[in-house]
């Protein structure tokens, strides 16, 4: 019994092309059954093999495009607190260095996490995934680390662990201790708490899937974060590594040689970082939100994909990077980094599946993908990108079941 058909769609983005980064379908339709896209193609073909008034559920798309479910492989959406003022003092001047050195930043987002309880954080983590839920996100990562201690960062992740219960987006849980290093605290020995106590107990509990480090000048070097991440590797956890976001000190180059799943930011990377990146397999994930919050220079994705990196964009949502949307991360990626609405969609979709080590047709609409869809209220996947102040999601189904609209 088919579960669900949608129709006259005027436009079926449905995966990596041959020629093309998008494949798509016009005059299309999708079939679902237990979850599952079951055939694609043209309407009248699926819904002669799929009537839709012999469906449980049918949608007329009338002729609105119909996209996968976004994926965003980069948040930090857990954290309690505001920092809103920050973003004053970031234009009149003050680096996030600064900011960060007089106790704001991360340091100060810790501060609040660390005073609230799990149910405050729970509630806080529904609320923003609500929001992207609206804008199409279907599967996201979330990383702890604003707590910086074990009983923290454990109750972080498993307010992301309940969340992935309670929510209908799929979430995926990195543990990060290494975000930043404690207020009073040398950084040699912080790290030796993080391999020696933390990521241990992280394992026990058995909740993260990643292991990710802030290698970064004046945080953590690339032989403190190689450290953190073989540890985590000994411990069952996959390795991702922020690189070269505010400098170049060798994080790329790191990421290739443990074989992270994805390197992140890589503002600063190079040709041969990402010769290196493409040889190991890793997927480099660009953030364009966070440049734009730091009135920075833009991630350089025309040298990647001129290598045939299979980039992928993320939001960074943070209280940083304060947007939850992968469509303006689109709209920024096109405008800042020179992307196509094609490639940016890819790279929200496909690509992003593949920086979060999810299993094949993730991030597609092809024969045997989870049937997450997303159903704009326009004609064409470009209008995610074109009206960048507007959000164009209508309905969002995840798994086959409505969840939005």
Same mark, same amino acid.
């Given at each position: ?9 005027? #436009? ?10 998008? #494949?798509?379908?016009? %005059?299309?339709?999708?079939?679902? #059954? ?63 260095? #600064? ?7 991360? @340091? ?12 405050? @954080?729970?509630? %806080? ?192 949502? %943070? ?31 496909? %690509? ?54």
């Amino acid at each position: 019994m088919t579960d669900l058909v949608v129709y006259d769609i005027a #436009e079926l983005a449905v995966g990596p092309g041959t020629d093309e980064p998008m #494949e798509t379908i016009e %005059n299309a339709a999708v079939a679902v #059954e237990d979850g599952t896209v079951v055939s694609v193609g043209d309407t009248d073909d699926v819904t002669e093999e799929h009537p839709p008034s012999a469906a449980d559920a049918a949608y007329d798309a009338a002729g609105r495009a119909v996209l996968p479910g976004f994926v965003d492989p980069h948040t930090h959406a857990l954290f309690a607190g505001d920092r809103s003022d920050e973003f004053e003092a970031k234009l009149r001047g003050k680096s996030y260095q #600064e900011i960060l050195a007089q106790g704001g930043g991360i @340091l100060r987002t810790v501060d609040a996490v660390r005073t609230a309880d799990e149910d405050t @954080l729970l509630a %806080n983590l529904l609320s923003q995934l609500d929001v992207m839920l609206e804008h199409g996100t279907t599967t996201v990562e979330v990383k702890s680390g604003y707590g910086l201690d074990t009983g923290t960062e454990l109750r972080m992740l498993r307010a992301i662990d309940r969340a992935d219960d309670q929510h209908p987006v799929d979430v995926v849980p990195t543990f990060m201790g290494a975000h930043a290093v404690p207020q009073g605290m040398d950084t040699d020995d912080y790290v030796d708490e993080v391999v020696e106590e933390q990521l241990p107990a992280v394992a026990e509990q058995g909740i993260a899937t990643f292991c990710d480090v802030f290698c970064e000048e004046d945080v953590f070097s690339v032989a403190q974060s190689r450290r953190v991440l073989e540890t985590g590797m000994a411990h069952g956890l996959t390795p991702k590594v922020h690189a070269e976001e505010l400098a170049h000190i060798g994080g790329t180059q790191l990421a290739a040689e443990v074989g992270a799943t994805s390197a992140d930011h890589l503002l600063h990377s190079t040709e041969a970082d990402v010769d290196a990146l493409v040889d190991a397999g890793v997927v480099p994930v660009l953030l364009p939100g966070t440049a734009f919050g730091l009135g920075a220079e833009y991630a350089d994705a025309g040298m990647m994909l001129d290598r045939d990196a299979p980039v992928a964009i993320a939001t960074d949502f %943070n209280p940083n990077c304060h947007s939850h949307s992968m469509g303006f991360a689109q709209s920024l990626a096109c405008v800042g980094m020179g992307m196509t609405p094609a490639e940016a969609l890819l790279a929200s979709t496909h %690509n992003a599946a593949e920086a979060l080590d999810l299993p094949a047709r993730h991030g597609t609409l092809r024969e045997g993908a989870p049937a997450d869809l997303v159903v704009l209220d326009a004609p064409s996947f470009v209008h995610v990108p074109y009206q960048y102040g507007v959000n164009v999601v209508e309905t969002v189904w995840k798994d086959g079941d409505r969840v939005h609209g």
